[in-house]
Each structure stands twice: as C-alpha cells, then as structure tokens.
C-alpha cells in the first residue's frame, strides 16, 4: 500500500470508499460522486496538495483523507479498519496540511458509530468537543404544513445569484462567525459552495428584505436521489433576530419542498447552536444520525503524531 496525492481519475474508487464508510456507520450514504466532483474542483481547495489516497497493490483505494479550509478528513474502507498505521499515517498527513494552511486547531469529523475512527483521534490526542446532527423532517403534503407571519414589513422574494451574492456573503459572514464551527470563505468560494453548487436549487430557496435591504436567507439544495430538500444556509442578521423571521423562511422552505414533490426536508446543525437546535425541533425536525468534532491545539503539537 502506498499513500500519493489523489487525482481526478480517483473519484470513483474515492466515492465508494467514502459510501461504504458511510454505511457502515450511519446506514445510508451521505455523499453523492457529484457533490465529491464539486468539493474537488473548488477554485479554493487544490486536489494535488489537499487529497490523499491509500492505494493497494491492485490499484484498488483503501482510504482517503483531505485537509480543507474547515479541518481534516480521514475516511477509511471497512475493510481496511484494523490497520492502525494507516489510521496514524493519514491523521499525520492531515495535521501537517492543516499546519500548512495555518489552522489554529487541528480538526477531525468522525461519525458517531464509527468506534475505531473515536479510538484513533484519542491516540492523537484529540478531544470530543461538540456535536453535528442531521436532522430530518418527513413533508408529506403541502397543506400539513403550518405558516409563520413575517415580520412587520419584511418581504420575500427568489435570491438571483448576480444582484444578491454579496449581501449574502456578509450576512452569512455576520451571522455565523462567533459559532465556533463557522470559517470564513471568499466570495469567490461562497458563491461556488452555496449558489452554484451542483445541486443548489434557488427555485427552493428565498431572500428577505426590509426597506429595500437584504435581512436574511434561505438556501436549499434538491436531493433527489433521497426525494429530500436540504437546507444548506438559514441566516438572519443580528439586528433583526428573535422577530420570528428564521421560523417563517424555514416553514415557507417546507411549503416548497412538499411542493416540488420532495418527501423531506433535512438540514445539519451543531450542537454549539442551541437557538437553532431549538428552532428545528419546534417546528418538528428529529435527529436521524450524528457527527462528532474532535480537535487538538496544533500550537502545542509537535508533529509527531503516529
């Protein structure tokens, strides 16, 4: 076996590692080989320096792992699990690209079922410091879907990509960047990962506005191969939080979803994000798996990890 950048004609021996993984610890894939195609084709990822394959003798791939601007990713054939130096090698490959694209904590994203990828941060010194919840609410029809008021002068409208990208970016900007999982991102790539993203369906999605000011957003991605809409961004500006603006965007989004014919509506939230948790859960979304983010300080690592 031998470790080497991955390249474009990896997608596919990457994308059945990353579905087999998936299946084993969370039942189902949670990766489409468009939405790999996408991540690697970023202007601001860098396939060559930023993705790693464990290559067989046969050619074969027996894991993958990637260093991105939110932390590292180790993904490991079940097959391969009870080879702990391979473990080790790649969480020592993602901490050095980490280092390298100045990371101040060194970051891992572990599914909760997965026991050996848990085992393997704790060899490397890594803490469980929060949680990320796929969340899920089945949308039988349209008309079961409660309404919520907007705001006293707030309309809503369809986002277009050319007027609105920049008010988008700075409230997302704003919103999130006190949660500790946010990291911020260009306009460039905002407008890549979030609006012309292959599966981004605007037609699902709405913008706020007051005044003639852009307040708040929804984003939605369509997932048809699971029938589901995702929500990809929920953001509304501080100084028009707590109006109830966030619960009618996301009971509207619902109404569009069941609309178009999509039998469920998901979105991710982390557990650092109570008012949102408690949002989602107010309005009838349950959990259906979950993530775990470990870290470590990279300034008091001295790379010798493994």
């Known amino acids: 076996m031998r470790l080497r950048p991955a390249t474009p004609d990896d997608l596919s021996a990457v994308f059945s590692v990353m579905a087999a993984r998936d299946r084993a610890d969370l039942g189902r894939p949670d990766v489409t080989p468009q939405e790999l195609s996408h991540r690697w084709n970023a202007s601001e990822f860098g396939l060559a320096e930023n993705a790693l394959v464990a290559e067989l003798r046969d050619?074969?791939?027996?894991?993958?792992?990637?260093?991105?601007?939110?932390?590292?990713?180790?993904?490991?054939?079940?097959?391969?699990?009870?080879?702990?130096?391979?473990?080790?090698?790649?969480?020592?490959?993602?901490?050095?690209?980490?280092?390298?694209?100045?990371?101040?904590?060194?970051?891992?994203?572990?599914?909760?079922?997965?026991?050996?990828?848990?085992?393997?941060?704790?060899?490397?010194?890594?803490?469980?410091?929060?949680?990320?919840?796929?969340m899920v609410r089945p949308l039988d029809s349209s008309q079961d879907i409660p309404s919520a008021p907007l705001p006293p002068g707030v309309t809503t409208r369809?986002?277009?990509?050319?007027?609105?990208?920049?008010?988008?970016?700075?409230?997302?900007?704003?919103?999130?960047?006190?949660?500790?999982?946010?990291?911020?991102?260009?306009?460039?790539?905002?407008?890549?990962?979030?609006?012309?993203?292959?599966?981004?369906?605007?037609?699902?999605?709405?913008?706020?506005?007051?005044?003639g000011q852009l307040i708040g957003f929804l984003l939605c991605r369509r997932r048809d191969e699971e029938r589901a809409g995702f929500i990809d961004l929920l953001a509304v500006h501080p100084a028009h939080q707590r109006h109830g603006l966030g619960r009618a965007l996301l009971l509207a989004a619902f109404t569009r979803i069941a609309a178009a014919g999509l039998g469920e509506a998901q979105l991710t939230v982390s557990s650092a994000n109570a008012r949102g948790l408690a949002l989602y859960e107010s309005v009838g979304m349950t959990v259906r798996f979950q993530h775990d983010i470990w870290e470590r300080d990279a300034a008091n690592s001295d790379n010798t990890t493994g």
Not at 179 to 184: F, K, L, M, S
């Open 59 to 134: 050619g074969g791939v027996a894991a993958y792992a990637e260093a991105n601007r939110h932390g590292g990713l180790i993904v490991v054939a079940p097959a391969h699990d009870a080879d702990e130096h391979l473990g080790m090698a790649l969480l020592s490959w993602t901490e050095q690209r980490e280092r390298a694209l100045a990371h101040e904590r060194f970051h891992q994203l572990i599914a909760a079922g997965n026991e050996r990828g848990r085992k393997l941060a704790e060899r490397g010194g890594y803490a469980l410091t929060r949680h990320l919840w796929r």
């Open 158 to 211: 369809l986002p277009a990509i050319e007027r609105d990208a920049t008010a988008l970016h700075a409230i997302d900007e704003i919103s999130f960047s006190a949660d500790p999982d946010y990291v911020g991102i260009s306009l460039t790539g905002f407008i890549e990962q979030h609006l012309r993203a292959h599966d981004a369906d605007l037609t699902l999605s709405s913008v706020a506005e007051r005044d």
